[in-house]
């Protein structure tokens, strides 16, 4: 399938979407984590908690976290679930930069690492991890399709994948109130702060292109998951997808 979100591009540069989306990640790692815990009011990180709560009862040993980012995530899952090892890949080199300071910080050396991946084209072998997850990253994918059969492909068979992503509300007036608020207040703070006239107004276009709901279900299993779910969070401002392979 070809989805709407392959064609939003942050940037009008003729380059292919990987490369934009790696630029402007690398844009504006500085202020990403500010602007993230800002913009959400800090709801983002119950979000990121239900997602690594799925999957305490499988003890999961050894976890990937796609588009790590500046590795929130990968600390919150580390935090929680005292896996033996942990990567956090990521296209971009310069949020990496960032979380590696902040697992230093957090003195998870030994457990959390981080690699630069083209996500949609894993370096990793068939069956490697017990869990996958990812934060708020996958509706960058060039090909979510691709992506999403790479995390199926990674992980070992009854593994599981925990995504949580923002969502478009579906329902009155929170739809209503979102779209007015992603389309002024999140596009005009971003720019003060990151300084990227593009950035925050591409991530709104890829919120609302990106399929959702009982059509993620399809294609995730689609993507070779033999059970998928999903549950809205917050009005349905974030969506949460568990998954089995």
């Known amino acids: ?9 942050p940037y009008e540069d003729g380059v292919e979407k990987a490369q934009q989306v790696e ?17 959400s009011w800090n709801i983002d990180k119950g979000w990121r908690k239900k997602a690594i709560r799925s999957l305490k009862p499988f003890e999961p040993k ?11 995530f ?14 956090g890949a990521d296209i971009s080199e310069g949020m990496m930069v960032i979380g590696r300071e902040k697992v230093k910080t957090a003195g998870l050396q ?7 991946e083209d996500c949609t084209n894993l370096s990793y072998p068939e069956a490697t991890f017990d869990a996958v997850i990812a ?24 593994g599981h994948l925990s995504i949580v992503e923002l ?27 990151s300084k990227d006239t593009s950035a925050y107004s591409y991530l709104t276009k890829t919120i609302e292109a990106f399929p959702q709901g009982e059509l993620m ?13 999903f549950k809205r969070l917050t009005f349905g401002i974030c969506t949460m997808y568990f998954a089995t392979k």
């Open 167 to 193: 969502t478009s509300p579906v329902s009155f007036p929170m739809k209503q109130l979102f779209h007015i608020y992603s389309h002024t207040v999140l596009p005009i703070y971003g720019r003060l702060i």
């Open 1 to 9: 399938m070809n989805y709407e979100q392959e064609k939003i591009n």
């Open 74 to 87: 990968a600390i919150l899952a580390a935090q929680m679930l005292h896996p033996d090892k942990l990567i």
């Open 23 to 39: 630029q402007m990640f690398n844009n504006i790692a500085p202020t990403y984590d500010k602007l993230n815990h800002r913009l």
């Open 62 to 72: 050894i976890l990937l976290d796609i588009a790590t980012g500046t590795g929130d």
């Open 135 to 158: 934060a708020f990253g996958i509706r960058n994918f060039a090909n979510l399709d691709k992506g999403l059969a790479e995390m199926c492909r990674v992980l070992k068979p009854g």
């Open 110 to 116: 030994q457990v959390i690492s981080f690699e630069k």
């Open 217 to 229: 279900v399809r294609i995730l299993k689609d993507a070779g998951f033999k059970q998928a779910e």
